[in-house]
């Protein structure tokens, strides 16, 4: 099979959400994102669902929440993790500079929220890392459903030889690329 065209990037995400104006309200605080517009269910036929559309910049949306007024939600701590049909892990954001990611980090725990892993350094490679793999500084909290984020700085990036350079142009001696 040919090679596909790439796509210009990954761009957003939806999620469904049990309480629209918490999760809102979170999205707004937690990360600054904006309000672009919501729509109620049924407003076009082919979407049964409330949507809501957030951005952090210029975008439409970079973050939609999805709620269904039918549905009857449960919380995820109520539900067996072992057992249900596939889910995502997490989605994560990206701070400038450790500077910005670090009063981030200052602000959450000043606000009392739980951060459930972390600060890590995902790195088998770097003095300070963890040994888990990723080549980013990061640290983990739920949203009000639950929905693990991430938010992290200091993203390595592959070079065109599969190596791998760290956020402030230092080659990593070791890692390459599984595929180029």
């Keep these: 099979m040919e090679r596909p065209p790439v796509a210009k990037a990954f761009h957003h995400m939806a999620l469904e959400v049990s309480d629209p104006e918490v999760s ?15 729509h109620q269910a049924g407003e076009v036929e082919a979407i049964p669902v409330e949507l809501t559309f957030l951005r952090l910049g210029d975008n439409h949306h970079d973050l939609v929440l999805a709620h269904n007024p039918a549905k009857t939600y449960r919380k995820l ?44 350094v995902h790195s088998p490679w770097h003095p ?15 949203d009000p459903d639950g929905h693990r984020i991430e938010l992290f700085c200091d993203m390595a990036s592959i070079d065109e ?19 180029l």
């Design 24 to 38: 809102i309200a979170f999205y707004r605080d937690v990360f600054g994102l904006k309000l672009t517009e919501r």
């Design 77 to 120: 701590s109520d539900m067996d993790p072992l057992d249900g049909p596939p889910g995502f892990h997490h989605f994560a954001f990206e701070y400038h500079n450790r500077e910005d990611w670090l009063a981030q980090l200052d602000r959450i725990e000043k606000a009392g929220m739980e951060i459930v892993r972390g600060p890590v």
């Design 128 to 142: 300070r890392g963890e040994g888990s793999w990723g080549e980013n500084e990061s640290f983990y909290l739920l």
């Design 161 to 179: 030889d599969g190596g791998y350079t760290d956020a402030y142009g230092k080659k990593i001696d070791g890692p390459v690329a599984d595929e």
